[in-house]
């Protein structure tokens, strides 16, 4: 059984920044492309970031391209996504997300965390 724990969400100003982490166990993590989605309130889950199994190869929504990287430290079984100049639109629950390939669509990965919070003021 794979799990995804998500942790590091907020409450943050606007143009602040923020680190969500993931932490995965009972696979091997290393393994997968792992990938950050987020949704807010009545919308879609959007992507947002995902990363290859090396770490070699990284991929952005325009939205967030330039402000937001993503991570992995494969010996800590962790994707991190630090997220700076942050906007009152950068609010939504982040989730982060394993699969075999790097992917923007939310169906092409397997496993899920519950998400974080993370919140924008203005």
């Known amino acids: 059984q794979v799990e995804l724990v998500e942790s590091g969400g907020g409450l943050v100003q606007a143009g602040g920044s923020l680190r969500v982490s993931c932490v995965v166990s009972g696979r091997t993590f290393s393994s997968y492309a792992m990938g950050w989605f987020r949704q807010a309130p009545g919308k879609e889950r959007l992507f947002i970031a995902a990363i290859t199994w090396s770490g070699g190869v990284t991929d952005y929504a325009d939205s967030v391209k330039g402000r937001f990287t993503i991570s992995r430290d494969n010996a800590k079984n962790t994707v991190y996504l630090q997220m700076n100049s942050l906007k009152p639109e950068d609010t939504a629950i982040y989730y982060c997300?394993?699969?075999?390939?790097?992917?923007?669509?939310?169906?092409?990965?397997?496993?899920w965390g519950q998400g974080t919070q993370v919140t924008v003021s203005s």
């Open positions: 997300a394993g699969g075999r390939r790097l992917r923007r669509a939310p169906g092409e990965y397997t496993y």
